[in-house]
């Protein structure tokens, strides 16, 4: 499912609210939607461990 901006920027400001230490996304892909959560968290809270799991190979998310 492709969120569009305004659907993603209301998810983004939900967990700005919250203070996450770690973050755990299941069907990262290539790994866009995760990175940008993960440094968007970062803003707020040190983020201390991110997962990203999915059932394809991501070079993009692996350098990351």
Same mark, same amino acid.
């Given at each position: 499912?492709?969120?569009?901006?305004? +659907? /993603?920027?209301?998810?983004? @400001?939900?967990?700005?609210?919250?203070?996450?230490?770690?973050? /755990?996304?299941? *069907? @990262?892909?290539? *790994?866009?939607? /995760?990175?940008?959560?993960?440094?968007?968290?970062?803003? /707020?809270? +040190?983020?201390?461990?991110?997962?990203? @799991?999915?059932?394809?190979?991501?070079?993009?998310?692996? +350098?990351?």
């Amino acid at each position: 499912m492709l969120a569009i901006p305004n +659907q /993603f920027s209301k998810y983004l @400001v939900k967990l700005s609210q919250y203070t996450i230490h770690s973050y /755990f996304g299941i *069907g @990262v892909r290539h *790994g866009g939607t /995760f990175i940008i959560t993960i440094e968007y968290l970062n803003r /707020f809270n +040190q983020i201390k461990k991110a997962i990203g @799991v999915d059932i394809d190979y991501s070079t993009g998310l692996k +350098q990351y």
